[in-house]
């Protein structure tokens, strides 16, 4: 690290080595080649959330931490606590009664204009709902936009589990981004490209390095540098806009977002056929922007390949 001189003597200063330590992390270098926690660390547990894309990491904790059990921390914000997981490895937890109140509405009937309101003995196992928290720090009915599946009962409470922020939300990394974020960085690329707002959603992509990928569908065909300019471009406005995304950027554990054209009129159909799919009328049904889960757009073609 590029630390002046006079601060780096201070620091020094304070640092003393610890001769056993070093040679027993050179020993285990030796013997393995490189130096992972499951080899130094004496854990009992992990304690880490395990829900929603969280999950997706959960495949290479043998690699790093060996068999050691994970037990999730359960579904909280600052809002308030929401759930106590019992068991390691899931994300479901009993349902903090004991805490808030807490209200909850059915997945399909999210956003709509009149929405049924459940209280938790009226919730059925294998549903998904929306939560709705009141608490004794002043929230009243507030929408967290958290979706969360019912997988059982623990006595009389619910046992739920988190799936993914709202409708209008993702999250690979931490990052948290919105799709009013996504509108207002596309806007700010598009009229390099001559696109249209309609024409574009953007997915998250799980990968070693998960991504954002934008499905458009644009005018004429765009080459491969101006697609690399567009990705560039909107990779560079989502940062701007979203600190945590940057960060993510910055830190690497969020890989820059990728390209994939479609044929053309292909997202009016697709909102055409979920339209038609909705239980409301048809005119409630918005298109989406930005997709909430990894796979959403697994139906999506792929008319070009991404840049790599």
Not at 43 to 66: C, H, I, Q, S, V
Not at 92 to 103: H, R, T
Not at 243 to 255: D, F, H, N, T
Not at 271 to 287: F, G, I, V
Request: charged share 25%; net charge negative; hydrophobic share 40%.
């Amino acid at each position: 690290m590029d630390i002046p001189a006079p601060v780096r003597q201070r620091l020094e200063a304070r640092l003393r080595p610890q001769f056993a330590a070093a040679r027993h992390l050179e020993t285990i270098a030796r013997r393995t080649g490189r130096l992972l926690p499951r080899d130094f660390w004496n854990l009992a547990f992990l304690a880490n959330w395990t829900g929603g894309t969280m999950g997706l990491y959960l495949r290479d904790f043998p690699e790093y931490f060996g068999d050691t059990p994970v037990r999730d921390i359960g579904l909280l914000a600052s809002e308030g606590r929401m759930s106590i997981p019992i068991e390691d490895g899931t994300s479901s937890g009993i349902l903090s009664v004991a805490d808030n109140f807490f209200e909850f509405i059915p997945a399909e009937e999210y956003g709509t204009n009149n929405p049924a309101v459940l209280r938790a003995h009226e919730l059925r196992e294998g549903e998904e709902y929306f939560i709705l928290l009141t608490t004794s720090a002043g929230f009243y009915r507030y929408d967290i936009g958290d979706r969360v599946r019912v997988t059982g009962f623990y006595g009389q409470a619910p046992l739920i589990e988190f799936l993914h922020k709202g409708l209008h939300t993702s999250s690979l990394s931490g990052e948290k981004l919105t799709e009013q974020q996504v509108v207002m960085a596309f806007e700010d690329v598009a009229g390099s490209f001559d696109l249209q707002q309609r024409s574009f959603v953007l997915a998250p992509c799980w990968a070693e390095l998960p991504y954002y990928r934008l499905h458009l569908e644009a005018p004429g065909c765009m080459d491969k540098g101006e697609r690399r300019c567009l990705a560039e471009g909107l990779d560079r406005a989502l940062q701007r806009i979203n600190v945590e995304y940057a960060s993510k950027r910055a830190s690497g554990r969020l890989a820059p977002v990728q390209v994939n054209l479609l044929p053309p009129h292909w997202l009016a159909e697709y909102d055409q056929r979920l339209a038609s799919r909705q239980r409301a009328a048809n005119e409630q049904y918005k298109h989406r922007y930005l997709l909430s889960e990894v796979d959403a757009d697994a139906g999506f073609p792929s008319a070009v390949r991404p840049l790599v």
